[in-house]
């Protein structure tokens, strides 16, 4: 079995990872942690950015929404965290409207696959549109889309993942009442 990375991503904007906060003057290309880790998690103090994650990120054809939240979201930083590279076989778990979904399709490219999932409740409330608005652009094309219960989230030919990611909305989990250990 080809191991694979499970990422819970919530806190690089929100502090909420032991009073973590984005560091404001550092470099660009690193991002910091906090001084003192929560329990159990390990110090990291930056994280080296590659020329072609920075590229991902500052694509010309990138939305102006999306460069708002890049500020606030670090996405640079993150895919350099998670190590995404081209041709990977990475799955986002509650892609919403897919803002990180797309920022991993361009870091794996056009041989990588990205699985975007969502569950009924939150296409139906909040991201049918953006969701659908977004994989109609052609940076999307090796994205698949995964409309499935977080209890079960992959299609049977989601095998062999190199990372499994869930970003800013694990919270939403146990208000799902999603089977976390499952």
Known sequence: MKPFLVFTLVCAASGACGGAQPVPSAPASTIASPAT????????????????????VEASNRSEKDRELDAGRRPA??????????????????????????????????DGTVYGQNNKFVLERFAAKPWNGRLAKTVMKNVVRVDRELDDPFP???????AVLVVLVYHDFVWLGVDRTR
Not at 37 to 56: C, D, I, Q
Not at 80 to 101: C, D, K, N, Q
Not at 156 to 162: E, F, G, H, R, S
């Open 77 to 110: 930083e993150l895919l350099a965290f998670a190590a995404i590279t081209p041709r990977m076989r990475v799955a986002e778990l509650g892609a919403g409207g897919g803002y990180t979904t797309e920022l991993f399709a361009r870091a794996v490219g056009p």
């Open 156 to 162: 049977p030919d989601a095998k062999n993942l190199d």
């Open 37 to 56: 880790p929560p329990p159990g998690a390990k110090h990291v103090t930056a994280v080296e950015v590659p020329p072609s994650l920075r590229a991902a």
